[in-house]
């Protein structure tokens, strides 16, 4: 049995238009999860703290069942919360990124077609150089200029 890249395996299921090689600050916060069947994996309304890719096995999302290549957990990291229960149908192998891993992906890697739920990052030349996620300390709105 050949082993796979967890970094590898998870940026062609959740960061597609993205290069490995710019998602490789992230290898050391990638882990592979073993679980056996009946496990539970999240819980709807409580908080989504990473998001995953089913590389083996089976889940339940809801009431719909997902199999390898399945991103879970990308809105719900999006959203805080997890808005389905998520169950594994059997023995199951994820690699799991943390909430705060893929924010850094989000915010710090402009992409042209985003995983749906993910944050997206502004385009670098729209930031105009500002920090991006927060407000400016003592900003207000903006009136048109004359």
Known sequence: M???????TLA???????PLTSLAPLRPYVEVVRL????????AGTVARELAVV?????????????PGT?????????????????????VE????????????ALT???SSPNPGLPRAPHP??????RVGRPRRGSSPRSPRP
């Open 109 to 111: 890697q402009p992409v």
């Open 71 to 91: 991103v879970v957990g990308a809105e719900s990291v999006a959203a805080g919360q997890h808005g389905a229960t998520v169950d594994a149908l059997g023995s």
């Open 12 to 18: 062609a299921a959740a960061f597609p238009d993205l």
């Open 125 to 130: 030349s729209r930031t105009r150089g500002r």
């Open 94 to 105: 994820l690699v799991v990124l943390p909430r705060r891993s893929s924010r850094w992906v």
């Open 2 to 8: 050949t082993r796979t890249d967890p970094l590898a």
């Open 36 to 43: 056996g069947a009946g496990a539970r994996l999240a819980t």
């Open 55 to 67: 590389v083996r096995g089976e889940v339940r999302v809801g009431g719909r069942r997902c199999g």
